[in-house]
């Protein structure tokens, strides 16, 4: 059997102070570069371009250092890209520029173009395999756990050599959390070198690859202090050097050489929908933990499409301009940045928004040119009916003007779903559709479920609905604009709440009739990172993105529109849903319920603004949520 090691460096680390970056060179990749000239061992190290820029400031002769080892043959180099991004949550466009910068450092510093690639903190979408493909990559790492969870009928063997991703040309290299989180707890001394050997020997093979290690490097030499438990004492090195003695000096070798092993024909899907992006690791690292949780994920988030909006829009092309975006969209500013660099950034983010947005007006939306239109009150009326010829929208007044029922040709849509149509108790509520929902840690459900309504005709063509609910804590705001003979509405939506606590947010809640798709042609398509949508099919599945994993993670996963797009549909009939990213950054959760032995099924969406992690942090600072959202029919 044959054993790879492969050491991801990025000086953005989270929890590290800007001091900290020298002891991270020195004491960690120098150590390392030491271990491989003594040894004369093959070894992978993945370096952001951005830490290549940093290393090259503060430690030019490492970076030489590296050069020749590659050249010698010793080190393998990783690709990943200009900046840790997350990349199932960024724009295609911003994606193939993370790559690109990436490449052109490393032909710069190492005068080399690396064949494998890896995907940053282990998120993967379909479309960034299809983005390192254009780029020529030929092989990418990829996490073995959270595929193979999904997906146990297939043959284990497949683990120890390389695999072919259904869809690309891209070579799929495995590597496993177990054990690199073995590796972890021997360095760490948590477990001893007998314990360490028996976890690696459940592992081992007569024949086959095994990669004993995949993950941050900074961590062997430095002490991030997030948690007491992260302390390592004594010599790191000196531990790994020991396992590259266990496991044999001239049995390590380099990721590119497994991908030439030809065992697996299979062409493997990665992902489905119940699961259209895999985070790596147990299941509190959710897909979230970047998108809308953390100091304000969703409003950070936002921010980074609106400068990207901004650049595009103005042709601005500058490296410069695009090198400071890709930094903005870093994965570390979301999740445990060190309290000084998470200041630094806010007053960046400030200057950029005195300077820049505001001035150049990228935000379209406006609570007062939306929200102050003087209408009239409708009295001793719970329902209100919009007609258009075939076509009519009901809204219930005395639930916040929550959609009862939106019927184009006579077949319902979107509707409400009371709470004694379905058997499974599980489903014994009413849901809504068209209403917000706030889910406070260890609290009741607030919501705009209320009454405080105004409504106008607009014209022949178009009505305008307004609802104002407020409480102690929290205002709703919402706007229905309902034209195109009933086909599409318009809906802006907006709560104004206090302080950032520990709660969910749902600006967005839509419940669909089970009567307008026909399940075994059910799908829905969406833009994870790529410039092309990717389509899964719901029909037999069961799926619960909202589902609380425990007290502290407040959902299982859910998926980003990246492109402000999201398409519901069968062979015939299509929903299109339209938002905008930069007024807030949202995640689309699904909960879907399939019922075998019936042609019925229950389906529902949620756009939710906030969810709740091990890295949220409370803000007392008043804040809103909202969006614009455009909803459009083709039947």
Not at 230 to 248: A, L, Q, S, T
Not at 550 to 568: D, H, K, M
Request: positive net charge; glycine residues 4%; hydrophobic residues 35%.
């Amino acid at each position: 059997m044959k054993y790879f090691l492969i050491f991801f460096y990025n000086l953005m680390f989270s929890s590290m102070k800007e001091s900290e970056r020298i002891q991270v060179i020195d004491q960690s990749l120098s150590k390392l570069l030491k271990l491989v000239k003594k040894k004369r061992v093959k070894i992978a190290i993945s370096l952001t371009g951005n830490t290549i820029e940093i290393i090259k400031q503060i430690r030019p002769r490492i970076i030489n250092e590296l050069r020749t080892l590659i050249k010698l043959g010793y080190i393998e180099l990783i690709g990943s890209g200009y900046s840790q991004i997350i990349q199932p949550l960024v724009p295609n466009e911003l994606n193939e520029k993370n790559i690109k910068y990436g490449l052109e450092l490393y032909k710069k510093y190492f005068e080399i173009v690396p064949e494998t690639a890896c995907c940053n903190e282990g998120v993967y979408s379909f479309s960034g395999a299809k983005i390192l493909e254009k780029f020529k990559y030929k092989n990418l790492i990829m996490e073995w756990n959270n595929f193979y969870k999904n997906n146990m009928h297939l043959d284990k063997s497949q683990f120890y050599y390389s695999g072919k991703l259904n869809g690309s040309k891209i070579n799929l290299i495995w590597y496993n959390t177990i054990l690199f989180q073995a590796l972890q707890r021997f360095v760490k001394n948590e477990i001893n070198e007998k314990s360490y050997e028996q976890i690696v020997k459940n592992f081992k093979k007569k024949k086959g690859y095994l990669c004993l290690y995949a993950s941050d490097g900074e961590i062997f030499g430095y002490n991030p202090k997030r948690y007491k438990d992260d302390v390592i004492k004594g010599d790191p090195w000196k531990k790994i050097e020991k396992i590259i003695d266990i496991f044999g000096l001239k049995n390590f070798t380099h990721v590119k050489e497994i991908s030439k092993t030809k065992k697996n024909s299979k062409k493997l899907s990665l992902t489905d929908s119940k699961n259209p992006i895999l985070v790596r690791k147990q299941n509190k690292y959710t897909i979230n933990r970047w998108a809308i949780t953390g100091r304000n994920d969703s409003k950070l988030n936002a921010f980074c499409y609106q400068i990207f909006n901004y650049l595009k829009k103005n042709k601005i092309k500058s490296r410069k301009n695009y090198n400071e975006l890709l930094n903005f969209w870093s994965s570390d500013y979301r999740t445990h940045i060190e309290i000084n660099r998470w200041k630094k950034v806010n007053k960046e983010i400030q200057f950029y928004i005195k300077n820049i947005i505001r001035k150049n007006k990228i935000v379209s939306f406006s609570s007062k040119n939306i929200f102050n239109i003087k209408g009239y009150k409708k009295k001793n009326e719970s329902i209100i009916k919009f007609n258009f010829k075939k076509n009519y929208l009901k809204l219930n007044l005395n639930k916040g003007s929550s959609i009862d029922s939106w019927l184009i040709r006579n077949k319902q849509t979107i509707c409400t779903i009371p709470f004694n149509k379905y058997d499974d108790i599980n489903l014994g509520a009413d849901f809504f559709s068209g209403n917000a929902l706030i889910e406070p840690s260890g609290q009741r459900k607030i919501s705009d479920l209320k009454k405080g309504v105004n409504f106008q005709k607009n014209n022949k063509n178009s009505f305008s609905l307004i609802t104002k609910i407020k409480n102690e804590n929290y205002h709703f705001h919402k706007k229905y604009i309902y034209f195109n003979e009933g086909k599409n509405i318009e809906l802006f939506t907006k709560i104004s709440l206090l302080k950032r606590q520990r709660e969910k947010i749902r600006l967005l809640s839509l419940t669909f009739d089970s009567k307008i798709f026909n399940k075994n042609t059910l799908f829905y398509s969406v833009n994870l990172g790529g410039k092309e949508l990717e389509t899964f099919k719901l029909g037999y599945n069961n799926i619960d993105h909202e589902k609380n994993l425990n007290l502290n993670i407040s959902s299982y996963q859910g998926f980003a529109a990246t492109e402000g797009r999201l398409i519901i549909g069968d062979k015939k009939n299509k929903c299109l849903i339209n938002f905008d990213q930069s007024l807030n950054f949202l995640m689309t959760q699904i909960l879907y319920k399939n019922f075998p032995d019936k042609k019925d099924y229950f389906f529902r969406i949620n756009f939710s603004a906030q969810e709740i992690d091990e890295t949220f942090r409370i803000n007392t600072n008043k804040y809103e949520v909202f969006n614009h959202f455009k909803i459009s029919w083709n039947l």
